[in-house]
């Protein structure tokens, strides 16, 4: 396990050929994903991670700067993508992770087949 994979607590499920990944909202942490989850994990490899500050994320890898907008949060997932190898996914982002799906495919929109937002929050 990477540095990234190991700050954002990534975890990888399911035995399809195909990446998922799916980002939880304010206030959350990714396993507000536990009952979906279940149903993805034939047809695709299912990538849950943690927004770094929530869940059991490790304050030491916290940084002020870089998590005081959403373009941080989106070079993490950008991190979290390049780590695992993933050269095309579907991304379901929930709240604030929507925006932030959005944030990284302007980024690198080679690495997003689709993007799914559930209740996107407004930027």
Sequence with gaps: MGIVEEAHNVKVLGSGDKFIILAH???TD??????FVTHLLDDYRVI??????????NPDY?????????EGYAYDLLAILEELS?????FVGH??????????SIARPDLFSKLIMVSASPR
């Design 30 to 35: 990714q396993s507000v994903w536990k009952h």
């Design 62 to 70: 916290f940084d002020f700067e870089r998590h005081s907008s959403l």
């Design 25 to 27: 909202g304010f206030g």
């Design 86 to 90: 993933v050269h095309s996914c579907i």
């Design 48 to 57: 849950l991670y943690d927004n770094m500050g929530a869940g059991t994320t």
């Design 95 to 104: 709240s604030v992770s929507a925006m932030i799906g959005v944030v990284a």
